[in-house]
C-alpha cells in the first residue's frame, strides 16, 4: 500500500518531467523519433554528438532512474504505474531493436523497466498494450 513519503517521491518525479529539456526530449522519443531500421535507431543513439543523443539518453536514463525506485522499493509500484507509464512505453517501442545488442554485450536495454515488466501484473499489462502500438510489427509494417 502506497504512503505518503511514495506520494512524495511521486510528486518529485512529476516535477522533473516538467523540466524544459526533459519534456522535449520526452517529446521527441515518444512522438517525433519513429527508426524503421536498427541503423536509424543507432544514428540518434549512438551519435554523441547529435541533439537528439541527449534526447535519447535524458529521456532513458529518466524512466530508468524512476524504474529502479520502483524496483529497490523507495516507491510504491501501484502508485507508481497508475500514473508513470511512458518509460515502459519506450520500452515496448526500442527493445525489439536492442535484442542483437544484448546478446553480444550481455548489457540489457532499460534493465529495471524490464524487471519491472517482468515483476508487476500492472506493467505487463502496460507492456502488451503498448507493444499493440510500437511493436516490431507495427514499426516495421
Not at 516538467?18 to 520526452?26: S, V
Not at 541527449?54 to 524512476?66: C, D, G, H
Not at 524496483?71 to 502508485?79: E, K, P, S, Y
Not at 531493436?97 to 534493465?111: C, D, I, L, N, V
Request: aromatic letters at 12%.
Amino acid at each position: 500500500m502506497a504512503t505518503t513519503a511514495d506520494a512524495e517521491v511521486m510528486m518529485r518525479l512529476y516535477e522533473l518531467r516538467r523540466e524544459e529539456t526533459l519534456r522535449k526530449a520526452r517529446h521527441f522519443m515518444v512522438f517525433e523519433f519513429q527508426p524503421k531500421t536498427l541503423e536509424q535507431l543507432r544514428a540518434v543513439s549512438r551519435d554523441v554528438s547529435a541533439k537528439e543523443n541527449v534526447y535519447w539518453r535524458q529521456a532513458l536514463s529518466y524512466w530508468e532512474m524512476a524504474a529502479s525506485f520502483v524496483m529497490h522499493g523507495a516507491v510504491d509500484a501501484d502508485l507508481f504505474l497508475a500514473s508513470s507509464g511512458e518509460g515502459i512505453l519506450l520500452y515496448a517501442k526500442f527493445h525489439h531493436f536492442h535484442a542483437e545488442t544484448e546478446k553480444e554485450s550481455g548489457s540489457p536495454f532499460m534493465r529495471h523497466t524490464a524487471a519491472m515488466i517482468d515483476k508487476y501484473p500492472g506493467a505487463k499489462a502496460l507492456h502488451e498494450m503498448f507493444l499493440k502500438m510500437f511493436g516490431p510489427t507495427k514499426v516495421a509494417g
